[in-house]
């Protein structure tokens, strides 16, 4: 570990006030401040990212180790010396007495007086919704601890430009170190943080920046070439651009959302794909007129609901800030309309798929059970039977459940029904 240095130290501190506000996702949080701190050398930098999510990564446990007075100065001075270092190397930004003293104490703490909350780096309500759903307290223990770590980069290559074989021959050659990713096809997984979308194999559309579990969600949703096809949360298009390239970019493919500005940072990376069919189309609700047009006419559905994000923990920390049990509940309510709505425009015979990144059981069972109740038209087919027949090793069950623990990715749920009648 270098050592510390009141620059270093200062500049941190600086950064994790303006994140510890909430007022901005933390990584655009950071962003703004290298752009507005453009002499920040890279290692700096590499120390300030690492303390700002790191902080927030521990900060259930560093809260209460610190206790009354967990300023951010604090927070940061308790995450340094826990993470290893020892009281001398904190010379250079610790003068007085009583930071001395809370220096030791902060190292001496003892981690077992936490509740298993704390210790899995959960909020207590997010650690009584899994216990309440039967998780045991060890598996909610390596649950939330894998979602403190940080994620690898999952890359997915578009095969309508390049085989992946290919796209790692190229990685190879630049020194990234990567393998191929466990279960999806068409991923790779790389070592570190390299800035790869400078590269031409992105600039040029041959990979995307994808996580596995989403990658084996276009598995799921299998299309064809030449079916009818909706994206029905498609945001910024990650799903999007990969159901595209399964359809060898035929049929038509449709990509809504409520959002403009989010289906237009789709555009861009719709040019770089060479995808020609999809229509990105902005809808006004779950309700749109453009949407009971198309009712009974679409070979496949997928719902990537808006969720809590409670499985992408590793890269958004800070959700666990901004999530509520109210916020949760006020999600349902618009994952179960949204769901019924999408349902409308699946054909008979045709699949429905229904994709939350949350662990939380409500966000993912929950509603597609309350959604089969009440639509006896359709049916649920065993993801693990789906996945077997792409030839895809991977059996969790009814349900695709993804944890980072059990399979290196972000924690995913996924859900694929038939309409029947
Ligand atoms: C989980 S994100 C989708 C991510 C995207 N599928 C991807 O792979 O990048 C959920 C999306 O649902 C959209 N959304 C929210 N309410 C909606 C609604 N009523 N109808 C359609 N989309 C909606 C949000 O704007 C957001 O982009």
């Excluded at 270092?85 to 030791?104: C, K, Q």
């Excluded at 021959?169 to 070592?191: Q, V």
């Amino acid at each position: 570990m270098p050592p510390l240095n009141q620059e270093q130290f200062h500049a941190a501190l600086d950064a994790l006030r303006n994140a510890l506000s909430f007022a901005a996702p933390a990584d655009a949080v950071l962003s703004r401040y290298f752009r507005e701190n453009p002499k920040l050398g890279s290692q700096n930098r590499h120390f300030i990212a690492e303390a700002v999510f790191g902080v927030m990564r521990q900060k259930f446990a560093l809260d209460r180790i610190c206790g009354e007075d967990n300023s951010p100065r604090r927070l940061l001075l308790a995450w340094l010396i826990r993470g290893g270092r020892n009281l001398r190397e904190f010379e250079p930004i610790v003068s007085r007495e009583d930071e001395r003293a809370f220096l030791a104490g902060v190292k001496a703490f003892k981690l077992e007086t936490l509740t298993l909350a704390e210790r899995a780096e959960l909020p207590e309500w997010v650690g009584s919704e899994l216990q309440a759903s039967g998780m045991s307290d060890d598996d909610i223990l390596s649950l939330g601890r894998a979602l403190s770590q940080p994620a690898p980069l999952d890359l997915r290559v578009n095969t309508l430009k390049m085989k992946r074989e290919a796209v790692q021959a190229e990685l190879e050659a630049l020194g990234y170190e990567h393998s191929p990713t466990p279960y999806s096809p068409f991923g790779l997984r790389l070592a570190g943080k390299p800035a790869i979308n400078r590269h031409t194999l992105f600039t040029e559309g041959a990979i995307e920046v994808q996580d596995e579990g989403s990658q084996l969600l276009g598995l799921l949703v299998g299309p064809k070439r030449g079916e009818m096809v909706a994206d029905f949360c498609a945001g910024a298009g990650g799903k999007t651009l990969l159901l595209g390239m399964l359809m060898a970019s035929s049929g038509r493919l449709y990509a809504f959302d409520v959002s403009e500005k989010r289906l237009a940072n789709l555009k861009p990376r719709l040019a770089r794909s060479g995808l020609s069919n999809v229509q990105p189309q902005r809808i006004e609700s779950e309700n749109d007129s453009r949407i009971k047009r198309l009712a009974g006419k679409l070979d496949r559905v997928l719902v990537d609901a808006p969720c809590s994000g409670m499985g992408t923990l590793r890269r958004n920390p800070d959700l666990k800030f901004r999530q509520s049990a109210t916020s949760v509940d006020e999600l349902n309510q618009k994952q179960t309309a949204i769901l019924a709505s999408a349902a409308r425009l699946v054909k008979v015979g045709g699949r429905l798929v229904y994709a939350t990144c949350s662990i939380l059981p409500r966000e993912n069972q929950g509603i597609v059970e309350a959604f089969l109740a009440a639509h006896p038209g359709f049916e649920l087919i065993p993801a693990s039977q789906v996945l077997k027949e792409q030839r895809v090793d991977l059996d969790t069950g009814n349900y695709l459940q993804l944890h980072p623990q059990i399979h290196g990715c972000d924690g995913f749920f996924a859900a694929v029904m038939t309409r029947k009648a």
